[in-house]
């Protein structure tokens, strides 16, 4: 079993749309997450980190279900330039102190 | 803020020949530094983490022989694939970690081609 699962998609939406991911880890002791968005041939960028209360950054919001070992990343009315791969990505330690183990990514394309 | 440089960006070698991969902290002391791999459509895979000064950890399947990791600096990591062939044909990305900040900083990656 992969330690970090995503839907690969691609998820088509046109414009404005609201899209949601989904990602399930395998090692209970993860204590960090993430999301990175990956441009095509390009390195991954962070996005946004994710915690246990929920957080949101402008249209972006994420989710994290420790029980259920879970995360989400929900975008709201997505713009063509959301168009990407989103890695969600975990971290055995506090503080982002070790290495990071990214999902294969979920493709977006949003088109007009 | 923090960043990578990361040469080449990318390279064309023939079957057998060594590449090496250069990651260069800009502006900060990159203790520790990560190397990854991702073949098309797929995640990145961590190859190996390397401490200044100290040999590289490799992680499971990976050749420690065939990738040759150096951190002698706290600004400088270099990774060189070593008698490279068709199917080490990758997209080689670093990670700087920034330990003043706490956060991570990839450099550019190098699409490297064995032909």
């Known amino acids: 079993r992969k330690e970090v699962e995503q839907d690969p998609g691609p998820f088509n939406v046109p414009e404005g749309a609201t899209v949601a991911f989904n990602c399930t880890y395998s090692?209970?002791?993860?204590?960090?997450f993430f999301w990175y968005r990956q441009d095509c041939r390009k390195e991954p960028k962070l996005l946004m980190s994710v915690y246990s209360s929920g957080n949101e950054d402008g249209r972006f919001t994420a989710q994290l279900n420790r029980a259920s070992q879970y995360i989400s990343l929900l975008i709201r009315d997505s713009k063509l330039s959301d168009s990407a791969t989103y890695l969600c990505?975990?971290?055995?330690?506090?503080?982002?102190?070790?290495?990071?183990?990214f999902g294969a990514g979920t493709r977006l394309a949003v088109h007009p | 803020g923090a960043v990578v440089s990361q040469h080449p960006s990318w390279v064309i070698c023939k079957s057998g020949t060594s590449v090496k991969i250069e990651c260069r902290s800009l502006?900060?002391?990159?203790?520790?530094m990560f190397w990854y791999r991702q073949f098309p459509k797929q995640s990145l895979m961590l190859m190996a983490t390397s401490n200044e000064g100290s040999k590289a950890t490799y992680e499971q399947g990976v050749e420690k022989d065939k990738f040759l990791i150096n951190h002698a600096s706290l600004t400088l990591s270099t990774l060189t694939v070593t008698s490279a062939h068709p199917e080490d044909s990758s997209f080689y990305i670093c990670?700087?970690?920034?330990?003043?900040?706490?956060?991570?900083?990839f450099g550019s990656g190098t699409r490297l081609t064995v032909v």
């Open positions: 990505v975990v971290s055995p330690f506090d503080g982002g102190y070790n290495k990071l183990i």
């Open positions: 090692n209970s002791a993860s204590q960090s």
């Open positions: 502006d900060f002391q990159a203790t520790t």
């Open positions: 990670s700087a970690l920034d330990r003043a900040v706490g956060g991570y900083t």
